[in-house]
């Protein structure tokens, strides 16, 4: 079931509840336990048979415990290296992340401070629990020399140019530097003893900050030539203002929302992201404690960063 999404985590057979690996074989009459997102579910349903509303039972040496993940050094494996089934006779069957749930596929890599749900043998969970680490003191420290050694890579990704053909170069200057820093660091997760993902309310608070002095320093800038710039232009600058940023967003809100049924949250951070706006973004976050808006958020922003740059060198020579 790898490209279905979903994890069978339980079967029911001849009165036992059992942990299913590899080579379990399924029988007509046994109830399986899928885990999963609701559509993924809805569509795999037919391959079992019928939806079953019995409850399984309950057994009394068969525990659902959820794990945090605070051993480095299972921090950049895969699911499938942890071969729970063999060595403890247990699943993992969702993993949590970034206010993130989905199912557990045996290619996901593991990063810090997932919360990993585990069901198995219930004398196994204290070596589970041991396997994993499960601290929950070390989620609120941030390592320094990790959050600095990535903001001077980001630094220096900022500083190098690129090139397009023979006419058009840019750079991705120090927020889409840090920013594509960042990416490639928290995707890797890990290289050698460093850990490169961040707590989270480190990373709010670093987020609140950084939006605080970007929008001082905006104000300070323009608040010189603000009122001139409005006195001789206002009208027209305001009118095609509104119309550059209107537009292209109620466009991609309609095609995202009535075509892709793409969540509230998660628009807010698509749109923010294409925006390129910071504020945006801060708006969205601050209504839920979710992570999608920031996650679509980061997804956008690179490519409509490029293409601004591009855009722009493009205008310039006419």
Do not use: C
């Not at 403890?88 to 045996?106: K, Q, W």
């Not at 989620?139 to 058009?168: N, Q, R, W």
């Amino acid at each position: 079931f790898k490209t279905a999404g979903v994890v069978i985590s339980r079967v029911y057979h001849n009165g036992k509840l059992l942990v299913p690996g590899p080579n379990t074989r399924l029988h007509v009459g046994d109830i399986v336990r899928i885990v999963g997102e609701e559509k993924q579910v809805e569509a795999i349903i037919p391959f079992f048979g019928k939806e079953s509303h019995d409850r399984l039972p309950e057994v009394r040496n068969f525990e659902s415990r959820m794990f945090i993940l605070t051993n480095r050094n299972m921090v950049g494996k895969t699911i499938a290296d942890l071969n729970l089934r063999q060595k403890h006779n247990a699943n993992i069957t969702r993993i949590r992340r970034g206010g993130l749930e989905f199912a557990a596929e045996p290619n996901l890599k593991l990063q810090w401070g997932d919360r990993i749900r585990v069901a198995g043998e219930a004398e196994q969970m204290e070596a589970i629990h041991k396997l994993f680490g499960n601290e929950m003191r070390l989620i609120e420290y941030g390592d320094v020399f990790a959050i600095t050694m990535g903001i001077l890579v980001g630094i220096f990704l900022g500083l190098i140019p690129f090139s397009i053909g023979k006419v058009i170069s840019f750079k991705f200057g120090l927020t889409g530097g840090i920013l594509l820093a960042g990416l490639i660091l928290s995707n890797r997760g890990k290289l050698g003893p460093v850990i490169w993902q961040v707590p989270m309310p480190i990373i709010t608070f670093m987020r609140d900050l950084g939006l605080v002095f970007f929008l001082a320093v905006v104000g300070v800038r323009a608040g010189s030539q603000v009122v001139q710039v409005v006195q001789t232009q206002g009208p027209k600058l305001i009118l095609m203002g509104a119309i550059i940023t209107i537009v292209p967003m109620v466009t991609v809100a309609l095609l995202a929302r009535l075509k892709y049924r793409m969540m509230l949250l998660e628009l807010m951070g698509l749109i923010s992201g294409g925006m390129t706006s910071s504020p945006g973004l801060a708006a969205a976050a601050s209504m839920s404690y979710s992570q999608r808006p920031i996650v679509l958020y980061a997804t956008v922003y690179p490519t409509a960063m490029i293409l601004m740059i591009v855009w722009a060198k493009i205008l310039a020579l006419f």
